[in-house]
């Protein structure tokens, strides 16, 4: 860190000018880059995944996805088996199958099958599977809007037609990608937010540094992502990562070094030689921290998903950018301005520390009680995470009013239920199509099975044949009927495939978590080698990585309490409970949540190692440690969590269980672990902290600590 703080700081004019160019054109790159990323949920070699594709390639609608759904709910005493009605039905999906050219259309008019009305004969309803849409996440909005407008004023024996399903319940809520604040507003509102955290911690014009910084890292970040989407596909969702995360770590590596350049200062350094010292200390933790984040999200590449690997590559960007300019853009602007910056103060002297020594000292002095506290909380919210059940949302969280939302409860109400908006795709041969529907028609769990008649419905000797689902693969029975569909199916014939949105859910929670173990084993070795290097300990570490796994787990269980359970969604976003958690969200919190604790445990630990160097006591390097880095870790942290919160403003509700399980981690990581439980442990453990011997010393290229290996010192 020396040398490369030496050439930056004599390379000045040149460092500064090659981020102000980069800056330039990463501003010119953002918009292109957004446009070029590509939504793809494959998950190839999977039968559900493949089926899907089939399907689109000979029908070029349905499979991955879901249908639009027109309801209607007859008045008192009628019933579809009237003979007039049978014709207005027929009408109705003529009307359907004009409002999208190339689709598919089915209900009771054109086939008959009862799977199409309730069992009391007045609630029917007829699919329209939609050519698909390339808009982002693959919403049809589009197709939904059209539809909704084409069957304005329809009825059916005078009673409303009602188009649902899930675009139109998202088109309801603005969620169809273009209601919401976008990348740019949810980036100016942590902003914001940010801005106000860092007036109150530095108390003059430096708090526009940390923001100079994030502008810069993100801009330089979208460039690099541009270059990306070039030779690989990329995921939509890493443009919100690059904006929120990117503005928060950029932060919080400025945070670190400019708050022990003004210690340097205070103890009389000055110019260049105050910058080399802050940068020797907080500029080294603050590259192991990056590139530990870099790891975490980097570990994402081993799963066989194509998107996670694009979330993997494109999010480690993230943290290397921001890291690259911790260590060379921040120096020249700390020799440059810094001092003229810091000069007009709203506060001389920061006294934090004395109040976060007191409360060390509490934490030291009643350790076991604090350890007690933390397990409890922790305890209690990992419990709750074991219930987590992963699978799409229920569809009647979408939506709160509407006619949409009408049609959903018609459907639910009447005993056909909302499960009928995600239908179970068999692709079987046309000379099998009758016996595969009354094999999957007879499956506890399905409404009903249909095998239409046509050319929309059977081509090339191949059929397609539906079965509606009482309940959605929200609820354990929903999945439950899928895979038992599958089995009926695959015991008719060995010709069925079967694919669908349940089926392809099945398949991607398969893979996805069948090799979740590798990734968390990949990440834990690799950021335990790091750390080992960094604070040249092998306890400190292990106890990092034991630590944000608990972090991860209590933000799982948040997520399974506030959405899944209901408790909290209704009151904040007027959301009930979802009943089960988008397959990709844990994961992703888990991937991000463990690198940016990481930030946090970095900045402590690094502080109280460079104090026991100093000093040789393990509690006064955990009270010191943590006096001088709690302010600055709770300041980060709350940053973060801001930015979390704008991300939860957006109107999708997955993206807002994301941004509330990394909120909720964020926030418990800084308080009940980094304030609590962190220094009540490394006081318990005592000297075995930092213990290092020669063996793994040698290995690791760091030096070995002194023997304690024959005398146990649980405290000092």
Known sequence: MPKITAFVLAHKRLVALSWLALTIVGMAAAGPASKALDQ???????????????????????????????????????????????????????????????????????TGDRAFVSKDGRTTFAYLFPPPSDAPFGNNSDAAKKAETDLRGATVAGAPVRLTGFDALSN???????????????????????????????????????????MCSILVTFLLLYGLTAVTDVSPIVQFLVALIGLGVSIDYALIVVVRWREEREKGLEGDAAVAAAMKTAGRAVVFSGTTVAVGLLALVVLPLPFFRSVGYGGMLIPLV????????????????????DRHRIRRRDRSHAAWEKWSRLVVRHRSIAVLVSVVILGALMWQATGLQLGNGDPSTIAKTGPAKTGLQQLDRSGIGDGSLFPVETLTSAGTAERVKRAVGTVAGVHGSSAPD????????????????????????????????????????????VGGTGAANADFIDAVYGSFPLMIGLIALLTFILLARAFRSLLLPLKAVLLNVLSVGAAWGVITLIWQNGHGSEA????GATGSVAAWIPLMIFAFLYGLSMDYEVFILARMREQYDAEGGTDDAVVVGLGRTGRLVTSAALILFLSFVAM?????????????????????????????????????????????????????????????AAVAAPAD
């Open 454 to 497: 046509g050319p929309a419905w059977r081509r090339g000797g191949t059929a397609l044949v539906l079965a509606m689902p009482i309940q959605g693969d929200n609820s354990a029975t929903g999945r439950t009927t899928v895979q038992d569909v599958r089995g009926a199916a695959h015991d008719t014939t060995a010709q069925a495939r």
């Open 40 to 110: 793809k949920f494959t998950v190839p070699g999977r039968e559900g995944f493949e089926t899907n594709q089939e399907i689109l390639r000979t029908y070029h609608s349905g499979g991955e996805s879901p249908p639009l759904v027109a309801v209607a709910k007859l008045p008192a005493g009628k019933s579809v088996d009237s003979g007039p009605l049978r014709s207005q039905l027929r009408g109705l999906e003529s009307r359907l199958d004009k409002s999208a050219p190339g689709g598919r259309v089915a209900g009771f008019g054109s």
């Open 322 to 341: 921001a890291t690259l300019a911790a260590i060379t853009l921040l120096p020249v602007i700390l020799a440059k301005a810094g001092t003229r910056m």
């Open 172 to 214: 309801a809520t603005g969620s169809d990608g273009g209601g919401g604040p976008g990348v740019l507003i949810e980036a100016v509102l942590g902003g914001a937010g940010a801005l106000v955290v860092l007036v109150f911690v530095f108390g003059s014009l430096l708090a526009l540094i940390p923001l100079l910084m994030a």
């Open 648 to 708: 939860a403003s957006g109107p999708e509700t997955d993206v807002k269980i994301l941004a509330t399980g990394l909120a909720a981690g964020i926030a418990l990581d800084a308080t009940v672990i980094r304030a609590l439980l962190v220094p009540a442990v490394v006081s318990l453990m005592g000297k075995w902290n930092w213990w290092m011997p020669p063996g793994p010393a040698k290995l690791l290229r760091v030096a070995p600590s002194p023997e304690v």
């Open 572 to 575: 904040f976003w007027g959301i």
